[in-house]
């Protein structure tokens, strides 16, 4: 098997690989209600169980940088996605707090781990690729989020229960990304093996801590709008019950799209120049929200935050792994810790300004905190490697980096 082939296997089987994860965490995210019902959780320990799964994701995050050291990101990927499935499902299966309780804490620890991994690879991909192809691989679990999404809503709408609403998911997924795993592919092993023992170096956070902070920011933005869109278009611009559904689902579709077409824009203006332009228009999404005088310009303003915030989180991975190429993985498995950290402060921080002063007045915040992503913004392209400007126009040559491996099994 050539090189160029087992390349675009690997592309293909670690797109595969996010898209899963995106139906797994949709509908387990999207059914939180009826888990809360089926388990007779009440609303003061419902933050305590959500809270649980971040918090154990970024302990596994920890974990998975270490445990890199010893086997290779693809054999942790191998194993943690089927384990995520089944946690899933059982958090479908049980029928005491108990169960749930398990369930919940064994997805934490396999998400994280899948998380790293996962990012692990799509960053070494796109350094043998010689160009941005990492939004290309956040697309696919935003189109996997939307299909998780609309699956759930079928199960609620057909009052199916939790199990039996996860386990098609499980029953089709779950053996087609073990197939899919076969075509993984890994940085060389002695480079992977040399850069995990060097780690980040003297001094190596500090460098890595402005995207981490971005990361933070992105996930703050991020939640907002999965936590707060619907209850801000009701209670705040008055739309009826159902429209309030619709925002998410927009915010949802224009991360697709623009992270579909977001590679495109950093082979051709470089990461700088598409990370600022995403900041903007994320920054004027939430403006829009917090001055919209009714629902239908409340959803222009979080259409925009999906066509903004969409390309962040991709790039601060792939900047993560230009920083550090000879310890990509460590690079990457401490930025993913930020995800979950975002991702625990911007539900409470957004309902705790809304209730104590304005819902208005609390989109500013997430909106002002976004804009840390410009004072940064050069972060994202340490010279010399700007994947994307000078490989893109170089006609007929495919820049491939020979001393990447493939992952045998």
């Known amino acids: 098997m050539t090189a160029d082939v087992?390349?675009?296997?690997?592309?293909?089987?670690?797109?595969?690989?996010?898209?899963?994860?995106?139906?797994?965490?949709?509908?387990?995210?999207?059914?939180?209600?009826a888990i809360q019902d089926r388990y007779g959780i009440s609303d003061a320990l419902l933050p305590v169980f959500l809270a649980a799964v971040p918090i154990l994701a970024g302990?596994?995050?920890?974990?998975?940088?270490?445990?890199?050291?010893?086997?290779?990101?693809?054999t942790v990927l191998r194993w943690a996605q089927p384990l995520v499935l089944l946690a899933l499902?059982?958090?479908?299966?049980?029928?005491?707090?108990?169960?749930?309780?398990l369930a919940l804490g064994a997805f934490g620890l396999f998400v994280g781990a899948l998380d790293a991994s996962m990012n692990m690879l799509g960053v070494s991909l796109q350094g043998a690729y010689g160009r941005s192809i990492m939004l290309g691989f956040h697309a696919s679990y935003s189109l996997g989020g939307i299909l998780g999404a609309s699956a759930?809503?079928?199960?609620?709408?057909?009052?199916?229960?939790l199990f039996s609403s996860y386990l098609p998911a499980v029953v089709v997924l779950l053996p087609l990304a073990l197939i899919a795993s076969r075509f993984y592919v890994d940085q060389d092993a002695k480079t992977a093996v040399a850069g995990a023992a060097k780690g980040l170096g003297p001094g190596g956070f500090k460098l890595l801590l402005p995207l981490c902070l971005v990361m933070a920011c992105a996930y703050i933005g991020d939640s907002t709008v999965s936590n707060w869109s619907a209850k801000y278009l009701q209670d705040v611009l008055g739309s009826s019950e159902q429209l309030?559904?619709?925002?998410?689902n927009v915010y949802m579709v224009t991360t697709l799209l623009g992270r579909a077409v977001?590679?495109?824009?950093?082979?051709?203006?470089?990461?700088v120049a598409v990370v600022r332009m995403g900041t903007v228009v994320a920054a004027g999404g939430f403006a829009v929200v917090a001055v919209a005088p009714g629902a239908w310009v409340g959803m222009l303003g979080f259409t925009l935050l999906g066509f903004g915030l969409c390309v962040i989180v991709p790039q601060t991975f792939a900047a993560a792994g230009r920083l550090f190429p000879d310890s990509s993985d460590t690079a990457i498995a401490r930025l993913n810790i930020f995800n979950y950290v975002g991702f625990l402060i911007g539900a409470p921080l957004v309902g705790g300004i809304g209730d104590a002063w304005s819902y208005r007045g609390a989109m500013l915040v997430p909106m002002v905190l976004v804009l840390v992503t410009l004072f940064y913004a050069r972060?994202?392209?340490?010279e010399p490697a700007r994947y994307g400007v000078r490989h893109e126009r170089r006609t007929g040559d495919r820049a491939v980096?020979?001393?990447?491996g493939g992952n045998e099994v």
């Open 262 to 271: 977001g590679d495109l824009g950093v082979r051709r203006f470089g990461a």
């Open 89 to 101: 499902l059982g958090v479908g299966a049980g029928s005491e707090m108990w169960h749930v309780a």
């Open 152 to 161: 759930a809503w079928a199960g609620a709408h057909w009052h199916l229960s």
């Open 244 to 248: 309030a559904t619709v925002p998410y």
């Open 401 to 404: 980096d020979v001393g990447r």
């Open 59 to 74: 302990v596994s995050s920890v974990v998975t940088e270490h445990l890199v050291k010893r086997v290779a990101p693809s």
């Open 6 to 33: 087992r390349l675009r296997r690997g592309r293909g089987a670690l797109g595969f690989s996010f898209f899963v994860q995106g139906v797994a965490f949709a509908l387990l995210v999207t059914r939180i209600p």
């Open 379 to 382: 972060s994202f392209a340490p």
